[in-house]
């Protein structure tokens, strides 16, 4: 493998929500979203309604990004200063988006959705169904996430 | 957005193992792997040895990809014949494998990893954090996958 290979993707749909871009971050766990699978991946769905949560996998072709490999979590100075691998910030090398979302209903090649933190017109890469054997209950993360999610009523586990 | 629209990425690194490609995904849960990520990538790794399990994105080129949009899951023709959008199987329209894995140590570049069903030699595309958003215990998933979790004794919930 070339270590500047490129590889080469294309969507396989578009996603639409009537969010504002600058909204998109705070809304999350309460956006709703539509994701329309292009017509010659349609029949790829089938089945797809028999499960509660997905993965969509989205490319942020509107993010700026910036070659900084090293950022403050949530912009907040007081975090520790962290790789951009080690975050869920939007600037990786590569711009794919990540999202569980909740599976609210399948009408043919469009999917609704719930908590998708995509920006209207963002393309879809991949949509993946999430199981029993992606759960990790019992992980483990940064002192400075944990502090946050309880500050923010969240079960941190 | 183009429909057609070529989305451009480079690997940021690559994953070895010593396990032969035909006993990846059978080992899947005990696999040891190594991820190294390139020089000009390794400090965006700063701070990731604070988490116990990462999303690891990375490109199937060994592949042999084919159209059919719809198979049986594990080749078993007695289960629904299901999309592959609604299916973990390798044969999606872009071929972005998509694995939880438990960080076993950090060593520089160097990501030691339990659980990552990609071949050696398999190109990184991301890699991200798995926190307590990425939880969701009350998922549902088809009865068909529920029975094959049960016959294997893997809690499905």
Sequence with gaps: MNQ??????????????????????RMRR???????VFDEFAVALTGI?????????????????????LSYPHRDRSLPLTGVLASR???HPNAIGLAVVELMERNAAILTVRRLDAYDGTPVLDIKP??????????QVPEWF????????VDPG
């Design 4 to 25: 500047s290979m490129p590889i080469s993707m294309s969507p396989i749909g578009i996603i639409q929500t009537e969010i504002g871009d600058e909204d998109v971050s």
């Design 146 to 153: 944990r502090a946050r999610a309880m500050a923010r009523r």
């Design 89 to 91: 910030g939007p600037n």
């Design 30 to 36: 309460k956006i709703v979203s539509s994701i329309t």
């Design 49 to 69: 309604e028999n499960y509660s949560h997905l993965f969509v996998l989205f490319w942020m072709d509107r993010i700026k990004s910036n070659d900084s490999m």
């Design 130 to 139: 999430y199981d029993h054997y992606d759960l990790f209950p019992d992980i």
